[in-house]
Every structure is written in C-alpha cells, then in structure tokens.
C-alpha cells in the first residue's frame, strides 16, 4: 500500500534522509525505530505528503503522490490518520471538537452526532468526562491520547502515529499498544508507527525497520530483529550506550 | 553557510546585496500568492462561519474603545490646533470643515488602521505563528482541510469588512470631539460650527476614506497572517513575526495611504 523509493530529504545543507527504501503492505503494522533526530518524523511526514522529497518517491496504492492535486490530496488525506509526536491539538478548541475536527468540516453530521461518536473514541483511548476541557489544561499524555482519538476518529484505513505511547505510564501505553492491535484486526487499519519504545514495537509490529545515518539499515519481524547480526540494531535494541552508533551532540 | 564557502571572495559583497534585494522581492511574491489563494477560497465550501463570526468580534469589537477614544483626542486636538493657526488670520470659523475633512478623508482610516494593526495584527501574527511552531496547521492539512481557506479567509473577510465599520465610528466621534472643544472651550458658536462642518464636508469624502479603510483592513489581515504561517524557530519565532507584523502592516497603512490618496484625489 505504501512504498518508499531511494527518498531523500535535506534541511539547509543537512542531510536528513539518504535514500529511504520502505514498503508498507495493506493491512500490515510496520514499526519505525531510530535514534533521536534520525529523521523518523521527517518519513513520516513525508507519506502524508506535509514535506515533499528532493529525491525520490512516495507511493501510495501505486500512484506517486507527488503528483496529485489539492482535491487527489484531500482524497487521499482523508483516507488516512496521524498523530503528531507533540499531538498537535488545536488549542482554541475543547477536546471533543478537536477528536471530532474532521467529521465536522467533511460530513453532514450533527453536532451532538458529532460528539458522542467523540466521546466513543476517547473512551477507546483511556479518557472520559474531559470532552469539554481545553487541550491547555490536559497532562502530556492526556493530549497525546486525544490526539490519537482525533486520528482515528474517521475510521480511516492508513494511520501514522509518531511516538504513540512516549510520555505514557507502562500500563498507559499498554492500553494505546492493545488499541493499535485492535484496529489492525478489527479494521484492518495499516499503520506506521515510529517508537523508542521496544516493548511497544515487539508487540505492535508485523515488522521492524531500523532507520540510522539517513537510511533504512534493517527490516524485518520481531523474530529477525531480536536475533539480528546487525550490531547496530542490536545495540539500540537493547538500548546499551556503548557500541558502534556514535552518540554526536546531535543526539539527545 | 554552504553558500559563504563555496563563494570566492571578491563576489560576496554581490551575494551580500542580492540577499537584501531579494528579501523584499520574496516577501512580496509570498504576499501576492497568499492573496491569490485567499481569494480563490473565499466563496470555496465549507464555510466556517463561526471562524468568521471570531474574527468579526476580535477585530470589530475588540477593537472599538481604543479606535473611540483615539478619534475623540485627536478630533479635539485637531480642532484646538487649527484653532489656534487660523485665527492669525481671522479664519476660525474653517474649524469645522477642517476637522471633518481631516477625519473622513484621513485620520479616521489611518488611525483606525494603526491601531487594529497593532491589536488585531498582533494577535493574528501570534496565533497563527504558534499554531505554525506547533504544527497545528500541519495538522489542519492531514485532516484534509486548506490552512489558508481555514485561518486566512475569516480573518481577511473580518479585517476588510470591520476596518471600514471603525472607520465610520472613528470618523464621527472625532467630529463630535472637534465639536465639543470648539464649542466648550474655543467659544465657538454651535449652530454656525456644525454648519461649517456639513457646508464643505461631501459623501465623496466620506467614501474615499471608506475605500482606503477596505484596503489597510485586507492588506493588515495578509499581512499578519502571512508573518504568522510563516514563522519558524519556536517562541522567539514566533514573537519576531509578531513584531514584523505589526511594523510591517503599520507601514504599509501609511505608505499605502499617500498612493491611495493621490489616486483618489484625481
Ligand atoms: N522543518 C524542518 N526544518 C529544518 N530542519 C528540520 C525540520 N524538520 C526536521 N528537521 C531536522 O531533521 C532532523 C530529523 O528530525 P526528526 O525527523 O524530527 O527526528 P526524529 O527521528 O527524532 O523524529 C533533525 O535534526 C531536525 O532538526
Ligand atoms: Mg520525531
């Protein structure tokens, strides 16, 4: 469903991406792990096409998707969620317009339709009775949790979520682990997730791909990840300082 | 910095002066398709109406005690000054044309376009550069819904709809403010002063600073909002929009008036 060819992505005379290759198959959940500042939510952001590539393609169902116009986008857009790693809710408005944002700009539904199928989705992520508080006034992780809600609150059939369960107390992200397993089998939802957490990637993913020094070094199950000859990935698998990735001043 | 390197020498005070031509030149072309995308939108569904109806009430409203009280002083002020020149020459009783010639035509959409771009500017420069550095407008885009028609349409239609409702209430009571110095504290006789002000004061010059007023409340509204959806850089990035905001829009209100006005005038 999704596929990514040879991307390439630069800030100013920084290098972020290096030739990318990655292929997402529908219904699969596919786990993104890497160091901090590798360029995990630059990928992502490049699927939903918020940054263009400078080399390179995005392909989506077959078509590259820098190719398509304002209306093939929003086609396009619609059909797929994502949680920003900051959640991204729009604070001049209460959670229960934030999560139910997209029904009320692209259907006919009403207000109060609106927001008990809100209030649905919040009870999946962990949350009731805040539907009416303002995204200021909620903890880290409640605003993470909403902004999940707001991802799938359309149902759509791709989402990327970007550090789902990061700033969650372990029985928390358990919970967010156990509804992305959910959707996948329920919905058939195919997602991209990105994660530190690797208690969370083993669980959630079908497969596992590793991105350091701009390029996808390994992918595979968690069964191949977990016994992986790559000293690389073993190293940030098991999460030990020392090793062959250099921690630059980059890193933090 | 890739750039200084690879640069000999001898041409980088060239590059240095074509980066400073080109400032201008791109913020202008970034200004023009921002008001071309903003007017392709603005009949476009859906309609956030309630987007607008904010912004009507953030730029109309909010701003009105500050543009009445404005007007009021310098209606008065205006008054006590033309008092005090003309009567060298014995025409005081031109007190009034010329304090409603001058708010009409002038100071009522001028000052009302100063201080909306220092209040309403503001505060659209900062709401949309924070939405910016928080990628809520990214967000917007993955919910399939155009930033610009969402955020830019409300705040351009407000601005140039509620410039030129100030206006009119800044052009009467900085009449009335001229009235009521010149006839409490100049000794002007009531009767003749209003006389005075309707004999020379025609809707034409009503109208023209009606126009300007359209035109400061649409050029502030893109002008601000466009300092916002592009800051980049954080906080501090978004106060420095902020602040070539408001500079920005106070300077095109005054830069843009002396064109207006030689234009008009024919
Ligand atoms: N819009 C941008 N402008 C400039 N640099 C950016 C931008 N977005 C990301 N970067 C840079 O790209 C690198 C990778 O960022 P990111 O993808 O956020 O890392 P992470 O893997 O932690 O998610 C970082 O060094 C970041 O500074
Ligand atoms: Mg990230």
Request: hydrophobic share 45%; glycine share 10%; aromatic share 6%.
């Amino acid at each position: 469903m999704i596929r990514i060819e040879g991307l390439t992505k630069s800030f100013g005379d920084k290098a972020v991406l290096d030739g990318v290759d990655l292929e997402v198959k529908r219904g699969e959940s596919m786990v993104v792990i890497g160091g901090s500042g590798s360029g995990k939510s630059v990928l992502l952001k490049h699927i939903i096409r918020l940054l263009r590539p400078d080399g390179g393609r995005v392909l989506i169902d077959g078509s590259d998707i820098s190719g398509l116009d304002e209306h093939g986008l929003n086609d396009l857009r619609r059909r797929m969620g994502m949680l920003f790693q900051g959640a991204a809710l729009f604070d001049s408005m209460s959670v229960w317009e934030n999560v139910g944002f997209a029904l009320r700009q692209h259907t006919s539904l009403k207000p109060r339709e609106v927001r008990r199928i809100a209030s649905e989705k919040l009870r999946m992520v962990g949350l009731s009775g805040i539907e009416d508080v303002m995204p200021a006034d909620l903890s880290g992780g409640m605003r993470k949790r909403v902004g999940l809600a707001r991802a799938i609150a359309t149902e759509p059939e791709c989402i990327l979520y970007d550090e789902p369960t990061t700033g969650l107390d372990p029985i928390m992200a358990d919970i967010i682990n156990d509804l992305i397993l959910s959707l996948r089998e329920r919905l058939s939802v195919t997602s991209v997730t990105i994660t530190h957490d690797m208690t969370s990637a083993f669980k959630i993913a079908d497969r596992i791909a590793m991105l350091y020094s701009g390029r996808i070094i390994e992918v595979g199950t968690p069964e191949e990840i977990r016994k992986t000859s790559s000293p690389v990935v073993s190293q940030f698998v098991a999460g030990r300082a020392e090793g062959p990735i250099r921690v630059e001043g980059g890193y933090a | 910095m890739r750039a200084e390197a690879s640069t000999p020498a001898l041409l980088r005070p060239v590059e240095y002066l074509g980066a400073i031509l080109m400032r201008p030149l791109s913020l202008a072309g970034g200004l023009v398709i921002m008001l071309a995308k903003t007017l392709r939108l603005v009949f476009a569904p859906p309609y956030n109406l309630r987007n607008l109806f904010r912004q009507l009430v953030e730029i109309g409203v909010n701003s009105l005690p500050v543009v009445l009280i404005t007007a009021a002083f310098t209606g008065a002020v205006l008054a006590l000054q033309s008092y005090i020149g003309f009567k060298r020459f014995g025409a005081e009783g031109l007190v009034g044309s010329v304090v409603a010639l001058s708010m009409t035509r002038e100071l009522g959409p001028v000052l009302t376009g100063l201080i909306v771009s220092g209040r309403a500017g503001a505060a659209m420069a900062a709401e949309l550069g924070t939405m910016r550095v928080t990628e809520q407008i990214d967000a917007l885009e993955t919910l399939a819904t155009n930033p610009v028609q969402y955020l830019v349409v409300p705040r351009f239609l407000s601005g140039i709809v509620m410039l030129p409702a100030l206006t009119v209430f800044s052009d009467a009571v900085g009449i009335l403010g001229g009235y009521f110095v010149s006839t409490r504290v100049l000794g002007a006789n009531p009767t003749l002063y209003l006389n005075r002000t309707w004999d020379y004061l025609t809707i034409t010059d009503i109208y023209h600073g009606l126009y300007k007023a359209i035109f400061f409340g649409g050029a502030i509204a893109l002008i601000s909002c466009y300092q916002g959806y592009h800051s980049e850089g954080g906080a501090a990035g978004v106060g420095r929009a902020t602040t070539r905001a408001v500079v920005m829009a106070s300077m095109a209100v005054l830069i843009s008036d002396y064109f207006l006005s030689s234009w008009l005038f024919q």
